[in-house]
C-alpha cells in the first residue's frame, strides 16, 4: 500500500468486504455486518494518514421475527482505521466491555459478502 494517495470519501459511497458493507452518508457512517448493525455518530472524514476514529453504536441482531417496537439491544461502539486508496482497513471495538468485534477490509464499491442470522 506503500505510496497510494489517500483518498476522500463522499456521501452516497458504499464500501464491502467479507462479513461488512459501509453506506456512507453526510453525517454518519451505517454499517451491516452478518448478524448485526451499526452506524457512527459522526461523518468519515480521514485524517493524517487516512486514520479514523468514531463512536457510535454497534447492534447484534437475531434470527426469526421481531415484535412490532422491538429493538435489537444497542451497545456503544468505536470505529476506527484507515483507508488507503480503494481499501478500508475497520476495527470494531465495544466501548464499555473493549471487546474486539472484529477488524475487516473493505473495498470502494464492492458488494458485500453478508450471510444473514436464521
Not at 27 to 50: M, N, R
Amino acid at each position: 500500500m506503500s505510496g497510494q494517495k489517500v483518498q476522500s470519501v463522499q456521501a452516497g459511497e458504499s464500501w464491502g468486504g467479507e462479513h461488512v458493507r459501509a453506506d456512507v452518508e453526510k453525517d454518519s457512517v451505517s454499517f451491516e455486518f452478518d448478524c448485526a448493525h451499526g452506524a457512527t455518530d459522526g461523518p468519515l472524514s480521514p485524517g493524517a494518514g487516512g486514520r479514523f476514529d468514531l463512536k457510535g453504536f454497534f447492534a447484534t441482531e437475531r434470527g426469526g421475527p421481531m415484535r412490532a417496537g422491538q429493538e435489537d439491544p444497542k451497545k456503544s461502539a468505536r470505529y476506527h482505521g484507515r483507508i488507503r486508496g480503494e481499501t478500508m482497513t475497520l476495527t470494531v471495538t465495544l466501548t464499555e466491555s473493549g471487546e474486539n468485534i472484529g477488524t475487516f477490509t473493505l473495498t470502494r464499491g464492492e458488494d458485500a459478502r453478508l450471510t444473514k442470522c436464521m
